[in-house]
């Protein structure tokens, strides 16, 4: 039986589960996450403010109280996919002793 984390409920099914799931982020990360899961989908061009919202649990106001418009979010998300890229490679490139495995390591880590 899957709980929902610090309690004791059974997490729902289908929909309701992935809102549940989602409920446990706070909503500037739910808007990132559910615009990383539809841009996956559908890509920027197809994806609306509507859709973001319906899909993080989050409400019209909270949404622009944290990010001006869409294209701030998509941006933000960007930038914690940078930032999260490079500390992977920032720990690759300080594994192994020789130039060579370092290059390995960063490049696997990139891809």
């Known amino acids: ?6 309690r004791r409920e059974r997490l729902p099914k289908g929909e309701d589960r992935r809102q549940a799931e989602m409920l446990e982020h706070d909503p500037p990360e739910r808007i990132l996450i559910a615009l990383a899961e539809l841009l996956a989908e559908g ?5 609306t403010v509507e859709h973001i919202l319906k899909r993080s649990v989050v409400s019209r106001s909270s949404f622009y109280r944290i990010f001006p418009n869409r ?3 998509l941006l933000a998300l960007l930038d914690d996919f940078q930032q ?12 192994g002793n020789e130039w060579s495995s370092r290059v390995i390591a960063v490049l696997r880590a990139f891809l």
């Open 43 to 47: 890509g920027y061009k197809d994806t």
């Open 84 to 95: 999260g890229l490079r500390g992977r490679l920032a720990e690759a490139a300080a594994e």
């Open 71 to 73: 294209e701030a979010a």
């Open 1 to 6: 039986m899957e709980t929902i984390p610090g």
